[in-house]
């Protein structure tokens, strides 16, 4: 066994925020000699085996890092290199028509990667609830602690020191709850703008994209006849519907020659000025004139 793996024996261990866990008092080995528990007294809680990768061994102290952290990293790292590589594949179809059936066969491989990191994404997001709700229960019990010493110092059962000391404590370790659940929180968010991510990342098909194509050459095709200007609409005739009877009763037809005549008996031409030399029959002016002083 290494000299630095030897060295974490008998060292305190505490959480990312400072809290005191146990001591370590051992290890489990696998058959090459790397660590793969470790040993952790925790008092009352009795012996904790801690994977490994858990802790972060430092020359005074063991840092102890949660599993729903490590986990959550893990899944935030690979879905991240997963979507960017499904953008850059899309980039090379956009860029490259011959790549299109590689890309199709690698789509689905990274879309089967997505899948799987789906269902590990769902055992996080419930370990993350398990371990909010744990928090909530471990901040009341705070404040309790804090009510009541209080309650306690009015009573005069304790001392004024005393309660500052209960005080303190319990707000130390208040801080450390709503850092981690803060921590939580910023978790579930990154993982959820991720989902909406992996949604919105999809390679067409190769279906789509020949019919992407087709679609293409037809319009490309027809640019000579939609640059034709459209004829104008011939207007029908309107018909009458004010009764039952038939278009030619309704509007009879007239001749060019009847609305000429009909145009000529209602505006007569004016009459000619008489003179002797243009009338051979003077009787019939005379009556003319005659009937017009009778007007």
Known sequence: MPQDDIDIIGKNVKDMYGT???????????????????????????????????????????IFIPKWRLDSQRLIREKQLTLRRLKALIDIVSDNDDMKEDAEIIHEKYKSKLVSLEEAENQIKAKLEERLSEL??????????????????KSDEISIGTFETVKSCANELIEHITHETSEISNVKRRIADLSVEAVNTRVPSQHELQESSVTYLDNSGQQNVQTRLPEAPQHEPITSTFDSTSEDEAIPSVSEASVQSEAAKAFPEPPQQVKPQTSKDNSNDNDWLARMEAQ
């Open 20 to 62: 005191f866990m146990g001591k370590v008092i051992g290890t489990i080995t696998d058959i090459d000699g790397s660590i793969q528990t470790v040993g952790v007294d925790c008092g009352s809680q009795g012996l904790q085996q801690i994977q490994y990768e858990q802790l972060v061994v430092q020359s005074d102290v063991v």
């Open 136 to 153: 909530d229960e471990q901040l009341k019990s705070a404040k309790m602690l804090v009510f009541d010493a209080k309650l306690q110092h």
